[in-house]
Nanobody, 125 residues
Framework: QVQLVDSGGGWVQAGGSLRLACAASGRTFSSYVMGWFRHAPGQEREFVAA????????YYTNSVKGRFTISRDNAKNTVSLQMNSLLPEDTAVYYC??????????????????WGQGTQVTVSS
């Protein structure tokens, strides 16, 4: 199994950048699809991005394409989400998640088995 700790959230003005990080403790991290989700107040948990086990493929929700970049370093058991050109609409608690199945196109949170504790991202206008 995989245990995840995510970090890097904070407060930025619109147009700014943040880089979220997720550290994994599982021995089989490199076998997992990794994803990022976000949960804004009053909203459903939303898929943001996913990356294949090797890092060779990525998948993003439309609202973040061109602004966010997901990456991973399997040697360090980490996954990151670089967020540029942030918008107030990006304000949410962000969670990293792990999926033991090698499918980056799962958008449903219930398809992911392991989750970080969440890190708050606040973007002000």
């Amino acid at each position: 199994q995989v245990q995840l700790v995510d970090s890097g959230g904070g407060w930025v003005q619109a147009g700014g950048s943040l880089r979220l990080a997720c550290a994994a403790s599982g021995r089989t991290f490199s076998s997992y699809v990794m994803g990022w989700f976000r949960h804004a107040p009053g909203q459903e948990r939303e898929f943001v991005a996913a990356i294949s086990s090797t890092g060779g493929s990525t998948y993003y929700t439309n609202s973040v394409k061109g602004r966010f970049t997901i990456s991973r370093d399997n040697a360090k058991n980490t996954v990151s989400l670089q967020m540029n050109s942030l918008l107030p609409e990006d304000t949410a608690v962000y969670y990293c998640a792990a999926d033991p199945w090698n499918n980056i196109y799962n958008r449903r949170a219930e398809e992911y088995d392991f989750w970080g504790q969440g890190t708050q991202v606040t973007v002000s206008s």
